[in-house]
C-alpha cells in the first residue's frame, strides 16, 4: 500500500508561500496578450486568475474525457487545519506517523475524539497503532470469514445504498438477534476480526467510492438501529461481551465515524429512559441520535431517499435481483466505473479544497488538486492555452498569512490514503460559499466525540428497560 515519497518535500499554499513569485512571472511570460495586461496587477492576482483557468479547464477537460476526473469538495475549517499541522508534526517528531496513515481526516477525526487536546490525541493514537499491530489489522483482508452467511441470520446487520449527503446507511434489525445460536456457528473473537475487516474496507472503499459518488469528502455513516421485538433474549452474556468488544475497538481506534444514528420501533419506556439519559449528554452529541416510535418513515425518508431505502423501512427499494435488500450490499461501492477510480486513487487526488474560518464564515483560501502528480503538468499546459477564455472573478477573498500552513503536506502516491496533488493554487471566487459553511458538510465537522460510549448506554437503557417490563410483567 505504501511507497517511497520524500515526505519532507510538501506543496505549499501559492500567495501564501512567496519564495515562488519569480517563477510565477517567468510563467506567465508565455501567455497570451491579455494575460500580459494582467502583470501589471498584483502577484496576487496573477495567482489568482491562473487559479481560475486551471480550475476551468481541468472541468472542461473532464467533461471531454466522459468524466474521467471528478472534483471532489473538501471543505476545512481554518483553526482545525492548523492544529492539524501541529498535531501531524508531533507525532512525526514521535516517530508515529506511518505514511499510511499520514491523512488529515484521520488525524483530525483522533484530534475530534479528544476535543483538540493534542496530548490526548498523541496517546490515543499511539495506541491505536499498537493495537492495529497486535491484532494484524494491515493483514486482515486475509481473513475468512466463511460463516458470514450463516451469522446475517442471526444477527442481521448490513450496507444498503447512501443517505441525500452521499454518506451509507447501515442497518441493524436488533430485535432479531439470536445470540444463543449465533455463537454456534461463529466464536466472539472470529466476529470481531470481521467487524474490523469491514471498518477497514469502509476506510478502503465504501468512503471512498461514496465522495466520488457524491463530490464531496465523505468519511462517516448514517445508521438504523431497528429495536422492534428487542427483549432480555438479545442481550445474553455474549451478546453483551461482543457489544462491549466491538465498541471499545470502535471508539478507540476508528473514533468519529458515525454522522447520526436513528433508533426506529422504540416503545414509549425506551422513549422515557432516553428522555432522561439524554439531558445529561453533550448537546451536539444529543441531537445526532434520534429515537422514533413505529411512524419513523418519514423521518427516515427526509435524510434517505426512497430509492435508496429499503421498502421494510418505508423505502421503495427491494433489490429483488439480489434476493432483498439485506442480502445487496447496494451503494457506490459495487459500481464497476467507481471501483475502478477507487483503485486509482481518484478519491484522494481529485480535490477542491476549501478553507473557512469558524469564527466569521469567510474563506480563507482555496485549492485545487490534481489526479495525480504526473498528470498535473499536463493539466497546466492544457489551462494555459485556454487562458484567454476564461473571465476573471468578481469577488476577492483573503488568503491565510499563517507559517503553520505553508506545509500543505498531501503529496503523496496514489497508494497512500491521503488526499494528494501537484502544487495547490489560490483563488478569489469561491461560488455559494454561504451554502459550504452552512451545508450539512460543514457542519458535521462539530465534535461526535462519544457516540460509541452513548451506544453502550444505549443497549444498557435495553437491558434496563426490558428488565423492568418483565418484572411488571411477573
Keep these: 500500500m505504501s511507497g517511497s515519497v520524500d515526505r519532507s518535500a510538501r506543496p505549499s499554499f501559492e500567495g501564501i508561500a512567496h519564495d515562488d513569485e519569480k517563477e510565477e512571472i517567468k510563467s506567465d511570460e508565455d501567455d497570451s496578450e491579455g494575460d500580459k495586461k494582467a502583470k501589471k496587477g498584483s502577484f496576487k492576482k496573477r495567482a489568482i486568475s491562473a487559479g481560475n483557468n486551471f480550475r476551468h479547464s481541468l472541468t472542461r477537460k473532464s467533461k471531454k474525457k466522459s468524466g474521467n476526473l471528478v472534483s471532489i469538495e473538501d471543505v476545512r475549517d481554518v483553526q482545525e487545519l492548523e492544529t492539524v499541522e501541529r498535531f501531524r508534526r508531533c507525532l512525526l517528531d514521535g516517530g508515529l506517523l506511518p505514511e499510511r496513515h499520514d491523512d488529515y ?12 487536546d493534542i496530548e490526548k490525541a498523541k496517546h490515543m493514537w499511539s495506541e491505536m497503532l499498537r493495537w492495529r499491530n497486535e491484532f494484524g489489522v494491515d493483514n486482515i483482508e486475509e481473513f475468512n470469514y466463511t460463516e458470514l452467511n450463516e451469522v446475517k441470520k442471526y444477527y442481521p446487520q448490513f450496507y444498503h445504498g447512501v443517505d441525500k449527503e452521499g454518506r451509507p446507511v447501515y442497518v441493524e434489525l436488533i430485535g432479531k438477534v439470536n445470540s444463543n445460536k449465533l455463537v454456534k456457528v461463529t466464536t466472539i473473537d472470529r466476529y470481531v476480526k ?4 469491514e471498518f477497514e474496507r469502509s476506510f478502503q472503499m465504501r468512503f471512498p467510492a461514496c465522495s466520488i459518488a457524491a463530490k464531496r469528502h465523505i468519511d462517516s455513516s448514517t445508521t438504523i438501529l431497528d429495536v422492534q421485538g428487542v427483549g432480555l433474549k438479545n442481550f445474553s452474556k455474549d451478546a453483551r461481551e461482543l457489544i462491549m468488544r466491538l465498541q471499545k475497538i470502535d471508539n478507540d481506534n476508528y473514533p ?22 439524554k439531558s445529561f449528554l ?13 411512524k419513523y418513515q418519514n423521518k427516515l425518508l427526509d435524510i434517505i431517499d426512497a430509492s435508496e431505502l429499503p421498502d421494510f423501512l418505508g423505502g421503495k427499494c427491494r433489490c429483488e435481483e439480489n434476493g432483498g435488500c439485506s442480502k445487496s450490499d447496494k451503494g457506490p461501492w ?3 466505473i467507481i471501483i475502478e477510480r477507487v483503485l486509482n486513487g481518484e478519491a484522494n487526488y481529485g480535490r477542491q479544497i476549501l478553507a473557512i474560518s469558524s469564527t466569521d464564515g469567510k474563506a480563507a483560501c482555496y485549492t485545487k488538486l490534481c489526479h495525480s502528480a504526473k498528470k ?8 494555459t492555452s485556454e487562458v484567454q477564455d476564461i473571465m476573471s472573478p468578481a ?39 454561504d451554502d459550504a459553511c ?34 411488571c410483567t411477573d
Design 105 to 116: 481526516h484521520m488525524m483530525l477525526r483522533f484530534l475530534k475524539a479528544r476535543k483538540f
Design 194 to 197: 470481521y467487524h474490523v475487516k
Design 256 to 277: 468519529e465515524t458515525l454522522c447520526r444514528l436513528y433508533i426506529i420501533n422504540a416503545g414509549q419506556g425506551f422513549k422515557m429512559l432516553w428522555g432522561t439519559i
Design 282 to 294: 453533550d448537546p451536539q452529541t444529543a441531537s445526532k441520535i434520534h429515537v422514533l416510535g413505529s
Design 334 to 336: 459495487k459500481d464497476p
Design 376 to 383: 498535473s503538468s499536463d493539466a497546466s499546459a492544457e489551462s
Design 395 to 433: 469577488a476577492p477573498v483573503d488568503t491565510i498569512e499563517n507559517s503553520d500552513l505553508d506545509l500543505f503536506y498531501e503529496a503523496k502516491s496514489p497508494a497512500h490514503a491521503s488526499t494528494s496533488g501537484a502544487t495547490p493554487v489560490v483563488e478569489e471566487n469561491i461560488p455559494t460559499l
Design 438 to 471: 452552512n451545508s450539512p458538510r460543514a457542519t458535521s465537522m462539530a465534535s461526535t466525540s462519544g457516540f460509541y460510549v452513548l451506544l453502550s448506554l444505549l443497549h444498557f437503557l435495553m437491558i434496563s428497560y426490558w428488565v423492568l417490563r418483565s418484572n
